[in-house]
C-alpha cells in the first residue's frame, strides 16, 4: 500500500502552490489504489473518509485517531510526505515502510522570514528528522538538495532525485504556439498570492512608478490585494480569482510578470511554479535578481527591478530573442527532469 501523507487535490485548495505538486506526484501513481492521510492537530476530531477513483482519503486527526493513523502506517510499503508540516504530524508514529520525503521547500527558513520563530524552531526539528530517516529525498531544484547536505549533512544509502514543480504544459506544439501569441506590449501580470516573499509591498510601488502601463493581479487574495494596489496609488488594474487552468490564457496576452524574489536563502532553493509557467508562455520576468532556484543570469533572460522603473525595457527584437531563450532554458529543464520523474514514479509502482 501507498500512503500519502497530504491533503488530496480538491477544486477548494487547486490554488495551493503546495497542492500543485501533490497533483503532480499523484499523476505518477493515477491507476494505484493509494491512501491519502489528511493529518490535522486540531481539525477532523470525527474521522472523514471518502473515495476518488482509486484513492482513498481520511481526513484525522493526530490524538483522537492515534491507533488508527499507526495502523495504516504500518501496514503501508511506502510512505510518500508532502514538506516537513506532514513530516512533523507523523513523527510519533514508528513505521517500517520506504518513507520518500518530497520537500517542497526550505520551511524553517520560511517561518523564521515570516517572524515565526518558535514554529520555524519546531519544523526545524521535523526537518532534521525526516531528511535522516526518509530513504529517498525529493528536490525541487539542486540548490535546494545542496542546501539540506550543507544543513543537516549528507546522509549514506539515500536515494536523492531532483525534480522541479512542474506545471500542466501541454503539447509541445503549445510551446511553439505560445511564441507567436499576440501580447500587449504594455502588459504586465502577476499570478500568486501575498506571502512576505512575493513582496507584493514593492510590487505595487514599482506598479505605481509605471502607471501608464496595464496591471493583471490574479490571486485568490483578490480584497487586500485591491485595498494594497489602491493605497498604494495604482488605479487602473484588474485583479481577479480564475481558476487554475484559465491562467495560461491570461500569460499568452501579457509581456512581463513580477516575480520579485529577494536573493535569500527561502527564494535561492525554490523553484517558483509562477516563474516557470512564465518562461514557458513567453512572459518576460520582471526580477529583483535572476538568481532563483537552479536559475541565474546565465540561464535567465528577465527585467531587472530598476530596468522596469526607469522604463528601461527590450524593444520587440529583443524580446522576443529572450522569450525564445527562456522558452528553451524551461524545455531543457523539462527534459532534464524526465528521467528522475522516471525514477520516483518506478518505485511507487515497485512499493505500491
Known sequence: MICVIASFPSKQNEQDGMIQRVVHIDTLMASTPRTYLDVSFRRFLRKQTRTENSATIYCVNVFAHFFFIWKLLRAARIVYIHSAYNALRIMAFPTSARIIFDAHGAVP????????????QILGVAERFILRRCDILVCVTRAMLEHFNRKHGPRANRAELVLPILPRFGETADAANALQSFRNTDSVIYAGGMQIWQNVDLMVEAASHRRE???????????????????????????????????KDHYLTHNYGFVLRDEILVNQVACPTKLMEYLYWGVLPIVITPNIGDFNAQNLRGVTLEQFRAGLLPDADAAESMRRHNQSTVLALIDAAQANQDRLQDQLLDGG
Do not use: S
Request: charged share 25%; glycine share 10%.
Open 109 to 120: 527558513e520560511e517561518l523564521t522570514q515570516e517572524g515565526r520563530k518558535g514554529a520555524a
Open 213 to 247: 502601463l496595464l496591471y493583471t493581479f490574479l490571486t485568490g487574495d483578490v480584497a487586500a490585494f485591491e485595498a494594497k494596489l489602491r493605497d498604494g496609488g495604482v488605479n487602473t488594474f484588474v485583479c481577479t480569482k480564475v481558476k487554475p487552468a484559465q491562467v
